[in-house]
C-alpha cells in the first residue's frame, strides 16, 4: 500500500490567494483527519470525516478554512482567502474507524504564505 | 491550556544506552495513550501503544510506561540506536473518545549519537 498520499509537498502562494491541499486516504480506512502542525501549537486537529461525513470542525480555525471529502478515496483542505499565519505543515491521516487503530499520517504539505 | 505536555523539547543519548522520553497529562478521563515517531520531512509514525488498564507495554525495544496516579507516561528505548533520532509525540485520548478527539503533545526531539 502506498499509504496516505498528500499533494502539493510545498506550496508557496501570496496572501490572498486560494490554497487547496489534497488528499487520498489509505485504501479501506474510513476515518480521515486534517492536522495543521506550527512550532507554537503543535499538532493541531483541524477536522475528521467518518465515512466521507465531517464528524468535528470545530478545530478550523476561520471560515476561510474548508473541508470536503467526495468520496471515501479522496479529501480536499482549502483556504481562501490564505494569509501569512496560516504558514505551516498541513497533515493528513486516515484510520480505521476503531479507537484502537492508530493513525496513518502522509507526509504533509509545507505551506508558506508572504 | 495544554492537556498533554512533553516538557523537554530535546534530549541527546550516546548509543547503546537508554532513551527515556516523558509525557504528563492533567485530564484524568484519558485511558488510551500512545507515541508516534517522527523523521524530518516525514509524517508521524504510529509507535507503541497503551491502555489504562494495563502499566506498562512492551514491543521489542520500545516499552511504555503508564502511572495513573502520577498522570505520567514514558517511553523507554533499549538499546538506543542512531535510527532512532526523531521527533516523538505523546498522545491521549479519552473514555468513549476517538481518534478524532486524540490530543497531541508538542514532541521531543531525540538525538543518538554514535
Known amino acids: 500500500d502506498a499509504g496516505v498520499i498528500q499533494s502539493p509537498r510545498h506550496e508557496v502562494t501570496e496572501m490572498g490567494q486560494e490554497v487547496t491541499l489534497r488528499c487520498k486516504p489509505i485504501?479501506?480506512?474510513?476515518?480521515l483527519f486534517w492536522y495543521r502542525q506550527t512550532m507554537m501549537r503543535g499538532l493541531e486537529l483541524l477536522i475528521y470525516f467518518n465515512n466521507n461525513v465531517p464528524i468535528d470542525d470545530s478545530g478550523m480555525p476561520e471560515d476561510r478554512f474548508s473541508a470536503k471529502m467526495p468520496n471515501a478515496s479522496f479529501s480536499t483542505l482549502k483556504i481562501q482567502p490564505s494569509e501569512p499565519r496560516d504558514s505551516a505543515v498541513y497533515f493528513c491521516?486516515?484510520?480505521?474507524?476503531?479507537?484502537?487503530?492508530?493513525?496513518?499520517f502522509g507526509n504533509g504539505t509545507r505551506l508558506t504564505v508572504t | 491550556d495544554q492537556q498533554v505536555k512533553q516538557n523537554s523539547p530535546s534530549l541527546s543519548v550516546q548509543e547503546g544506552r537508554i532513551s527515556i522520553l516523558n509525557c504528563d497529562y492533567t485530564n484524568s478521563m484519558f485511558d488510551y495513550f500512545l507515541w508516534y515517531k517522527k523523521y524530518p520531512a516525514e509524517g508521524p509514525t504510529f509507535l507503541i501503544s497503551?491502555?489504562?488498564?494495563?502499566d506498562k507495554n512492551e514491543d521489542g525495544r520500545f516499552t511504555v510506561f503508564l502511572n495513573k496516579s502520577a498522570k505520567h507516561l514514558s517511553l523507554h528505548i533499549v538499546p538506543s540506536q542512531p535510527g532512532d533520532s526523531a521527533v516523538y509525540f505523546c498522545?491521549?485520548?479519552?473514555?468513549?473518545?476517538?481518534?478524532?478527539?486524540?490530543?497531541f503533545g508538542k514532541g521531543t526531539k531525540l538525538s543518538v549519537k554514535p
Open positions: 497503551i491502555s489504562s488498564i494495563k
Open positions: 491521516a486516515s484510520s480505521l474507524r476503531d479507537r484502537g487503530s492508530p493513525l496513518h
Open positions: 498522545a491521549a485520548m479519552g473514555y468513549g473518545g476517538s481518534q478524532g478527539n486524540l490530543i
Open positions: 485504501s479501506g480506512h474510513n476515518s
